[in-house]
């Protein structure tokens, strides 16, 4: 938890907080509002009360992953900067319900043509990588409003993002509208917990910047109702500063049905990722019908030229009965397409790493322009991102290297496309490379004149990557299933 000293009336570079005021042991806390980019705003579970006394005169917390220091102060601590070694004391543990860690964060994009300018997208919708990096850094400040056990002799705790486990798009194609994102733990862990975050349309008078009126918590927390734009789950992890050993949290404690409901819905998740990873095509052959599948496809590539390098000592016929590519069909390798980025400090979370968030932004940004160029339209709309694992932090000053292919695509009449995306750090000094990310986003056209054409794989790497969508696929299916199952699904 950060400790920010600063006076009410001033402009913060942080682009989102929430200021705490500890006024005494008997005193309950007080929240007060606080701007993202001033037009913007994240309240806490905490109820709003206005004080009488100036706010100089209390010491105030915000629950941010925002750098609050200077990059310039970093590199001259970084210079005389000593190995620590000590061991840091065990923390307390308190119990936490879900509703203490609840957090809503307001975009009004309707009523601040500011705000709106800073994610608007150039066919005029909302930037969906700009909400990605949203979501990220609320994930963070509700996790590190979890642990916060109210004791200032407490080792300081480094909050990390292990995965993004599901996000799944309701309404794609939502207008420009004011949006509230809120979001709370589900489940904790000894030191993981799971974050479950959603974004929904409000009217234009429910949020008024100008009364500062209490949060209201919902009664069923995690409940989806028809104005809900995406729904999503975060794991974070929790690390002591020093030792870099994960540390134990706050536990959480159940009060209502519906929070039990999310949870047992998070354990499920929990298994479900479990089992796809001991059945997963890295450690397990092809099922008996998967084995059907590749043995089709390759019957299937066989009939066509390749193009370039075509051996004839490894067709499977003559040269003279093989036939050029049909324009329905594409070459897996044809849809490859590539960018790098190198990390700046403004990117940076308070952890002096690159922001989570900032990465899927920009592998999404990069699926999205992989997808436009296949269905050749300027407006496929994000449907779905399967599990995101954090592998290797990406630090100040390294390349970025982002590459991106469609890995499904069954054409006419299906409408969605799978997009897989490598995200690689490249150390420049030493000239290594180390793979931090891999994501797979479902995109999808809602023009009926576009007549998508079909992926064929050639190699059998590339027959492993269409094996692994379709079940993607599938997976994510049952997953948004077992969510309407779940009960929190309203309409």
Not at 3 to 21: A, C, E
Not at 100 to 123: R, T
Not at 166 to 192: Q, W
Not at 444 to 470: F, G, H, N, Q, V
């Amino acid at each position: 938890m950060l400790w920010n000293n600063v006076s009410q009336g001033s402009r913060l570079p942080l682009k989102r907080f929430i200021q705490v005021t500890r006024l005494s042991n008997t005193v309950k806390k007080q929240v007060k509002y606080a701007s993202v980019y001033q037009y913007a705003a994240i309240h806490s579970s905490i109820d709003v009360k206005n004080s009488d006394k100036d706010s100089n005169q209390h010491l105030k917390a915000a629950y941010t992953v925002r750098p609050t220091g200077f990059w310039m102060d970093k590199i001259l601590q970084h210079e005389s900067k000593k190995p620590v070694t000590s061991p840091s004391k065990p923390r307390k543990l308190i119990y936490k319900t879900m509703k203490d860690s609840y957090i809503e964060e307001y975009l009004p994009f309707k009523s601040s043509p500011a705000l709106l300018d800073d994610y608007i997208f150039s066919d005029g919708r909302i930037r969906t990588g700009k909400l990605l990096e949203d979501l990220d850094a609320l994930a963070g400040a509700i996790a590190y409003k979890h642990i916060d056990n109210d004791d200032p002799e407490a080792s300081p705790v480094t909050i990390v993002t292990a995965s993004v486990d599901r996000l799944d798009l309701f309404l794609p194609e939502a207008g420009i509208e004011n949006y509230k994102l809120s979001g709370h733990v589900t489940c904790v862990g000894n030191s993981s917990m799971e974050i479950a975050i959603k974004a929904e349309t409000i009217p234009e008078g429910e949020y008024d910047s100008s009364t500062k009126n209490p949060v209201n918590i919902p009664e069923n927390l995690g409940m989806l109702k028809k104005n809900t734009v995406l729904a999503t789950r975060f794991t974070m992890v929790a690390i002591d500063s020093i030792t870099q050993k994960p540390v134990k949290i706050n536990p959480l404690r159940l009060t209502t049905p519906a929070e039990e409901r999310l949870f047992e819905l998070a354990q499920a998740n929990k298994k479900r990722k479990k089992r796809a990873t001991e059945t997963s095509l890295t450690r397990l052959p092809p099922t008996p019908e998967e084995r059907l599948d590749i043995h089709d496809i390759y019957l299937q590539y066989s009939q066509y030229t390749n193009g370039t390098n075509d051996d004839a000592f490894v067709k499977s016929q003559s040269s003279d009965e093989m036939q050029p590519l049909p324009d329905n069909l594409v070459w897996m390798r044809d849809t490859k397409i590539e960018s790098n980025f190198l990390m700046q400090p403004q990117d940076r979370n308070i952890h002096n790493n690159i922001f989570g968030g900032y990465l899927m932004r920009r592998a999404y940004e990069l699926a999205y322009s992989n997808a436009s160029l296949f269905m050749k339209s300027t407006s496929p709309n994000l449907l779905s991102m399967d599990e995101v694992t954090f592998r290797k932090p990406v630090h100040v000053g390294t390349l970025l290297n982002l590459k991106s292919g469609i890995v499904l695509s069954e054409g006419y009449p299906h409408r969605s496309v799978q997009v897989r995306v490598i995200a690689e750090v490249i150390s420049i000094e030493k000239g290594t490379r180390e793979t931090t990310n891999i994501f797979h986003f479902t995109l999808a056209t809602s023009d009926e004149c576009i007549k998508l054409r079909r992926i064929l794989p050639r190699t059998y790497a590339e027959t492993m990557l269409w094996l692994d969508a379709k079940r993607r696929r599938f997976q994510g299916i049952h997953a948004r299933h077992a969510m309407l199952e779940a009960g929190i699904k309203q309409n």
